[in-house]
């Protein structure tokens, strides 16, 4: 299996996280080296924003690569989801010892 070479994390905390959070991610895909971007909340969405979020995500499309198969390039997941086993969905292990993996702070 392929490993993935670079994926970047953005972490917001409040519960007024916005669609602009995920327009600076996307733009993290369009303009570095990430193949997957990753949303990390703490406070889950309502269900409309939600419906919203995963819409925009779905727009910014697949990993293209030799992967087994595709990976959502710009994913979310909350707290929660991490503390109940959902991590990202991404193919073998991330940035093994090769300082590639990013941490973003929004």
Known sequence: ???????????????NVG??????LRGVLEND???????????PL????ERNFHHFMAEAGDTQSTFARPYPRLQLRTVADILNGK???V????ARGTGQGVLLSL
């Open 1 to 15: 299996m392929d490993d993935l070479q670079s994926m970047a994390i953005g972490v917001k905390g409040g519960k």
């Open 19 to 24: 669609i602009a959070t995920l327009r600076a």
């Open 33 to 43: 080296a990430a193949l997957i971007v990753g949303l990390l909340i703490l406070e």
């Open 46 to 49: 309502g269900v409309t924003k």
């Open 87 to 89: 991590g990202f969905d």
């Open 91 to 94: 193919p073998g292990m991330v």
